[in-house]
């Protein structure tokens, strides 16, 4: 069974870089080119999509609000999952999980908490 586990928390000033790690067990982060996602929550809000790639095609996918300041990338030998963050900003603070899918992810990770604060 996949088990996914986040790693990286931690309170960053705004402008600062953080990076999360994903770390897949039970499984291949390359079997069958799943999509691999992160998801993030904000406090008192909803699920965010923030960012998608699959491992065989490498084109990865961000949202809006964060397109131009957070990278998605793996590491196929270490069955990894990042998502490196720069200029970090308030609004970025949220509980954030790394996923297997895009629409309708079936492995979800506890999460890990960013927070974003001077």
Do not use: H
């Amino acid at each position: 069974q996949v088990q996914l586990q986040e790693s990286g928390p931690g309170l960053v000033k705004p402008s600062q870089t953080l990076s999360l790690t994903c770390t897949v067990s039970g499984g291949s982060i390359t079997t069958n080119a799943y999509i691999w996602s992160w998801v993030r929550q904000a406090p008192g809000k909803g699920l965010e999509w923030v960012s998608s790639m699959k491992t065989d095609i490498r084109n990865p996918y961000y949202a809006e609000s964060v397109k131009g300041r957070f990278t998605i990338s793996t590491d196929n030998a270490k069955n990894t999952l990042y998502l490196q963050m720069n200029s970090l900003k308030s609004e970025d603070t949220a509980v954030y999980y790394c996923a297997r899918g895009l629409y309708y992810p079936d492995v979800w990770g506890q999460g890990t908490l960013v927070t974003v604060s001077s």
